[in-house]
């Protein structure tokens, strides 16, 4: 594999993305292209990190750290990437209203997801990095991370006009995903930030494209309006009805 053809596809393709945002930008007033720039470099350091030996260095020094000093694996991580996610249906619950209805957010959430499945898999067949761990050579991305930030990027964004602490408190989880991940000797440091990276951008790219896809694939609704009254003339009873569609 080429990986420096894979890291000038990346850039390439991340310059595409923000002058298309841009170029929406200026319609819509909804979304800048600077937001793309924090995603982009984790992920462009996380594609780096496969073929630098100063950073795949600093990835075995951290491992060597772990395992020095930790024996005992915690799996919470397998749980706590789909927290931010489920936290949004929570707050719902609880009647704190966020940006979208249930319908419009969970489209979105599905997006998101679609998104980081189809980024993640196939980077882990094309790259075929080790694990820390040694049992496969699927490790980057990390999918639980990306899974994490997708989640927590969806927390911000439907709920930061009402408390950005709600969207902070996503990100401090889905960081503790990312850590935990290199905590159980599954992932690599720059595994972990191209999956933060990877969920951040799948979850505002989602965004992005939820009011063309509604546009493509969902009707606007039509208001029916019906007006039903009896009547009776002296010789004949009915009911008239008059109606707009």
Known sequence: MNY??????????????????KKDTIASKKIAYKQFIIPGVLIGYGIIGIESDGIKDFNAEIKEEVNENIDKKITIDD????????????????????????????????????????????????????????????SFPSGHTATAFAGAEFLWQE?????????????IVASGTGLFRIYNDRHWLTDVAAG??????????????????????????????????????????????????
């Open 159 to 171: 709920y930061k006009d009402v408390s950005i602490w709600y969207g902070i408190s996503g990100y």
């Open 196 to 245: 933060a990276g990877i969920g951040i951008l799948c979850t505002k790219t989602a965004y992005w494209l939820y009011p063309k896809m509604q546009k493509l694939f969902f009707k606007k609704e039509t208001k029916t309006a019906l007006l039903v009254t009896p009547f009776y003339n002296g010789n004949q009873m009915g009911v008239s009805i008059i109606g707009k569609l």
């Open 4 to 21: 420096k053809a894979l890291i000038m596809a990346f850039l390439i393709s991340q310059a595409i993305c923000s002058q298309n945002i």
């Open 79 to 138: 749980i706590t990437q789909y927290v931010p996610a489920a936290s949004v249906y929570a707050l719902n619950a609880m009647g704190i209203q966020g940006k979208n209805n249930f319908k419009d957010r969970t489209l979105i959430l599905a997006t998101s997801y679609l998104l980081v499945a189809g980024t993640t898999l196939p980077l882990k067949s094309i790259t075929k990095v080790e694990r820390p761990d040694g049992s496969s050579f699927n």
